[in-house]
Structures are given as structure tokens and as C-alpha cells.
């Protein structure tokens, strides 16, 4: 098992967070088993030639909040449903109050790399990597979303 963690500041209420995350990731019909989110790595943050970006739709989904004593914890999980060569993430959106305006906001969680002893080797080699971009490049835009109070799609 792999696990991935990256926290920023957000400009918006504490308590607004968790609706406002709700509201960003929010299924577009109520029947839908989750988001379709497109989750990207631009190549230039693997130290490759820029040349373009990984790109995967993935489907998204978030639990119930979970007050804690100083923190909110937000499951979050995402799968790629096309293929079974993508790990499925689980993990947490952590929400730390900073003051009444501001918050600390971290996505941490697990992945178990897909095919044995081969995925294992991949993600060693760079997998993890693109694990980690993946984290911090949702949380810069949950962030945006969260500071402009607006529903926003991936």
C-alpha cells in the first residue's frame, strides 16, 4: 500500500468547507454513483518535455463529514471504472480551522498500485510521483473552487 498527503491554506470559512466541497463534487444527476472528475499530471511536474499532460476521468465520490475534535475529515475515494491498471484511491479531505476566514486544508489517503509485483516496481519507479501530483494538483483546484464560492467540474 501507497499513501499520498499534501495540505494548503484556503481562504473560506472552516464551516463552509465541507458544503462547499459537497457542492463542487456534487454528481450532476441524483442517480449517478458519483463525479466523473478528470484528475491531470502535466508532464513538465514529471520532468519531461512539455509535451502535454496525463490525463484520467475517474469516478469520484465523498462521504459524510466526520467533526473530530480539531479537525472535519471528509472521505473521499476515486477509481478509474474503464480500466483496472489504475489504483483505487481512499483517503480523507482534512479541514483544520486556522481562524473564522481561513483553514487548513490536506488530502491524505492509500492506494494499493495495481498488477502484483509489476505495479509495485512502477509505482518505486514513478508511479508515486504521479500519485502525489495527482493529490496536489485536486487540491489547487478544490482550493480555487473553495476561495471563489462556486461550483466548478474537473
Known amino acids: 500500500m501507497a499513501h499520498v498527503f499534501y495540505e494548503s491554506e484556503v481562504a473560506c470559512a472552516p ?8 457542492d463542487a463534487l456534487a454528481p450532476g444527476e441524483p442517480d ?3 463525479t ?4 491531470d499530471v502535466p508532464f513538465e511536474d514529471l520532468h519531461l518535455p512539455r509535451l502535454g499532460r496525463f490525463t484520467r476521468k475517474v469516478l469520484m465520490n465523498l ?15 476515486w477509481r478509474v471504472t474503464d480500466s483496472r491498471a ?3 484511491f481512499h483517503g480523507w479531505i482534512e479541514v483544520v480551522p486556522l481562524s473564522s476566514t481561513h483553514a487548513k486544508l ?5 492506494y494499493t498500485p495495481p498488477l502484483g509485483p509489476l505495479g509495485l516496481m512502477i509505482d518505486r519507479v514513478g508511479g508515486n510521483a504521479v500519485a502525489e501530483i495527482t493529490v496536489r494538483r485536486l487540491l489547487q483546484r478544490l482550493r480555487l473552487v473553495l476561495e471563489a464560492g462556486t461550483r466548478r467540474r474537473g
Open 15 to 22: 464551516e463552509e468547507v465541507a458544503d462547499r466541497l459537497r
Open 63 to 77: 462521504g459524510e463529514p466526520e467533526q473530530r475534535t480539531h479537525a472535519t475529515l471528509v472521505p473521499i475515494r
Open 86 to 88: 489504475f489504483p483505487e
Open 36 to 39: 466523473w472528475y478528470e484528475l
Open 106 to 110: 490536506a488530502i491524505l489517503g492509500d
Open 32 to 34: 449517478q454513483p458519483g
